[in-house]
Nanobody, 114 residues
Framework: VQLQASGGGLVQPGGFLRLSCAASGTVAAASFMGWFRQAPGKQREMVAV???????RYADSVKGRFTISRGNARNTAYLQMNSLKPEDTAVYYC?????????WGQGTLVTVSS
């Protein structure tokens, strides 16, 4: 199973980006999908998670600005990021739990700067 994350880039403060994450190599459905991020010199942190059968959760720092969602294709997730701030700058990783095994994407860099 491989996860492919995409959509990162350079954006000005107040701008928006949409990250995508797609799993390949399996027909099993993910029971958990989420986005995490790691800023330079900091630990990886949860951004938004979407467990099957449970409520979506967001980090306090992104509530009201970011939205996690499922795509129509199996094991596809999106992260819509609006009103981006410089402190959102980080490498963003997608994560999926498939048949009780966690998988991570390769990371996509988001830079918020004027």
């Amino acid at each position: 199973v491989q996860l492919q994350a995409s959509g990162g880039g350079l954006v000005q403060p107040g701008g928006f980006l949409r990250l995508s994450c797609a799993a390949s190599g399996t027909v099993a459905a993910a029971s958990f999908m989420g986005w995490f991020r790691q800023a330079p010199g900091k630990q990886r942190e949860m951004v938004a998670v979407m467990p099957s059968g449970s409520s979506v959760r967001y980090a306090d720092s992104v509530k009201g600005r970011f939205t996690i969602s499922r795509g129509n294709a199996r094991n596809t997730a999106y992260l819509q990021m609006n009103s981006l701030k410089p402190e959102d700058t980080a490498v963003y990783y997608c994560n999926q739990l498939i048949l009780s095994i966690p998988y991570w994407g390769q990371g996509t860099l988001v830079t918020v700067s004027s």
